[in-house]
């Protein structure tokens, strides 16, 4: 089955830096891959997905891409606020195997004023 | 409305007692699941279903049953709960192709 990893689990930023949450995966039938906010208290939430045929997508602040050949992908947010400071979780989804999606570990990242 | 709604939000338990954690959703969706999330962050699939006949296990079943009561409808059950089952649990749906899985706001159990 897929085997998705994550890293770091424990991200900490100044206001203004960029982050970067990196994830790898171990099938190379997975072709999408999004990925989700969780805020204290909150359910995760979609905040960006890409799709094995792109291999950059940005929405504002917050940008991933995807190296089908190494396997991995990654979250860059860009001039963070303190409000970025969440729970970000990856994950791989394969066309088959009942399409369902595998998790990361999860990074909580930490955006200090 | 919120699409995905889990009851109850809190909820403390006694060892050995038996608990129902309900879920349902607005999205239309045919598939939902249950996740459980531990303080080490991660999101452990409890049960999945893809649609009111279906019912799968997930990779931490021990210990816990489902009902998909309708299309909108799946619940969680600790027949007896322990306290290693302390966790924050999750519901979700998504499409038939896994896209747009959407989570409830989580039920948070502790067993004492």
């Known amino acids: 089955g897929e085997n998705v990893e994550q890293h770091p689990s424990t991200l900490s930023v100044q206001e203004g830096d960029s982050a970067v949450i990196k994830c790898t995966y171990s099938?190379?039938?997975?072709?999408?891959f999004p990925w989700y906010k969780q805020e204290l208290g909150k359910g995760p939430q979609l905040i960006i997905d890409?799709?094995?045929?792109?291999g950059e997508k940005k929405d504002q602040r917050i940008a991933v891409t995807l190296n089908k050949t190494a396997k991995h992908f990654s979250l860059h947010i860009t001039e963070t606020q303190p409000e970025d400071s969440a729970v970000y979780f990856c994950a791989a989804r394969k066309n088959n195997a009942g399409n369902m999606l595998t998790f990361g570990g999860g990074t909580r990242l930490m955006v200090k004023p | 409305d919120a699409d995905v709604t889990q009851t109850p939000r809190n909820r403390i338990t006694k060892t050995g007692k038996r608990i129902m954690l309900e879920c349902s959703q607005t999205k239309g969706h045919d598939r939902m699941y249950w996740y459980r999330q531990d303080p080490g962050l991660g999101l452990r699939l409890i049960y999945y279903s893809f649609d009111v006949k279906d019912i799968n296990k997930g990779e931490i079943s021990d210990g816990y049953s489902v009902s998909r009561q309708a299309q909108a409808k799946f619940s969680l059950s600790l027949e007896s709960a322990i306290p290693n089952q302390t966790a924050l649990y999750f519901c979700a749906t998504s499409g038939s192709q896994g896209y747009g899985y959407t989570f409830g706001s989580g039920t948070r159990l502790t067993v004492v």
């Open positions: 890409i799709r094995s045929n792109v």
């Open positions: 099938d190379s039938a997975s072709n999408y």
